[in-house]
């Protein structure tokens, strides 16, 4: 009933820059947080960064001051500006999406998730 779609992953050197994005669709009714998430290589899982409905960010420490999220509520839309990537930086990035899902009651909350967008930085 809800789909998210993302774009903007590939290769970039390091230092270089990505700008990731997700758009969702489908019988949405609110979207609260928006967030990104990676998973590493070595599979490990990361919450890369966040954005509430009003705009409050969060960041993983090892994020902070490289990356920017950011929302259009119009567009449904998330961005992850990624500036001085570095090749630990290289992993899958998801988007999840705290959607209430309906046109009309009985409305419901759900959470969902992209399909994830190869991010590679090397030189």
């Known amino acids: 009933q809800v789909q998210l779609v993302e774009s903007g992953g590939g290769l970039a050197q390091p230092g270089g820059s990505l700008r990731l994005s997700c758009a969702a669709s489908g019988r949405i009714f609110s979207i609260g947080t928006m967030a990104w998430h990676r998973r590493t290589p070595g599979n490990e899982r990361e919450l890369v960064a966040s954005i509430t409905n009003s705009g409050t960010t969060n960041y993983a420490d090892s994020v902070k001051g490289r990356f920017t999220i950011s929302r259009d509520n119009a567009k449904r839309i998330v961005y992850l500006q990624m500036n001085n990537l570095k090749p630990e930086d290289t992993a899958i990035y998801y988007c999840?999406?705290?959607?209430?899902?309906?046109?009309?009651?009985?409305?419901?909350?759900?959470?969902?998730w992209g399909q994830g967008t190869q991010v590679t930085v090397s030189s």
């Open positions: 999840n999406y705290a959607v209430t899902v309906g046109t009309a009651q009985p409305l419901y909350r759900k959470d969902y």
